[in-house]
């Protein structure tokens, strides 16, 4: 992960956690994983190389993963859809990972397209 200051790892990754399982509340089923490595750019114009490991969920018809944005500021959370379980992927819109759990809900369902219940 990009580092950031004042944002603890364990934290984001825990809010990763969340979105999984939110996934799961409105029906994907974990399928296996996919392995990327991710080189991003940092403000002092160095590189970063990154190892990902995303887990693959199956929802109805699509494939989902979820991943991160680094943005300059702190990094967001983003769903990833495809048709395909090796992709290609298209993110949806991505979001503040310091959002609260509803707020993270609400972005998910909104990516899902599930009505409010």
Not at 63 to 72: A, E, H, L, M, T
């Amino acid at each position: 992960m990009k580092e950031y200051e004042c944002i603890d790892k364990t934290e984001f990754l825990a809010q990763i956690v969340l979105v999984e399982e939110i996934l799961q509340k409105y029906g994907a089923e974990y399928i296996g994983d996919s392995h990327e490595e991710n080189t991003w750019l940092l403000n002092d114009g160095s590189y970063v190389q990154e190892k990902i490991q995303q887990h693959i969920w199956k929802r109805e018809n699509e494939y989902i993963r979820v991943d991160r944005v680094y943005f300059s500021e702190k990094p967001f959370l983003v769903l990833e859809f495809s048709e395909y379980k090796d992709g290609p992927y298209e993110d949806a819109d991505p979001f503040p990972y310091d959002l609260s759990d509803d707020e993270i809900e609400q972005e998910v369902r909104y990516s899902l397209g599930v009505g409010a219940s």
